[in-house]
């Protein structure tokens, strides 16, 4: 069992960068892939970002292909993720996610997902 914790989040000017850490205490973090989610005002949470256990397969969104980068850190039980030319729209809570899964499978679902951290607020000022 992990518990996420995020941090990093912040107010930004569009066109900006913001680096998101997500550190989950538990063992064996490498059994679990882990994934981003956002939710904006009035908006159902949506999937930005996911890696698997221990091959490091990623699979992003359409809407942030190109500028972001999810990483992890297994050592440090951490994963982060690099956002580059931050737009408006991309204002929203943004939420890390943990499943058991030791493979290279990846997941872009919610309901796939068993834990979940808080949130960190991302603004995006135009």
Request: charged share 15%.
């Amino acid at each position: 069992q992990v518990q996420p914790v995020e941090s990093g989040g912040g107010l930004v000017q569009a066109g900006g960068s913001l680096r998101l850490s997500c550190a989950a205490s538990g063992r064996t973090f490498t059994n679990y892939a882990m994934a981003w989610f956002r939710q904006a005002p009035g908006k159902e949470r949506e999937f930005v970002a996911c890696i698997s256990g221990s091959t490091l397969t990623t699979y992003y969104s359409d809407s942030v292909k190109g500028r972001f980068t999810i990483s992890r850190d297994n050592a440090k039980n951490t994963v982060y993720l690099q956002m580059n030319s931050l737009k408006p729209e991309d204002t929203a809570v943004y939420y890390c996610a943990a499943r058991l899964s030791s493979g290279g499978d990846v997941y872009f679902q919610a309901p796939h997902y068993n834990y979940w951290g808080q949130g960190t607020q991302v603004t995006v000022s135009s």
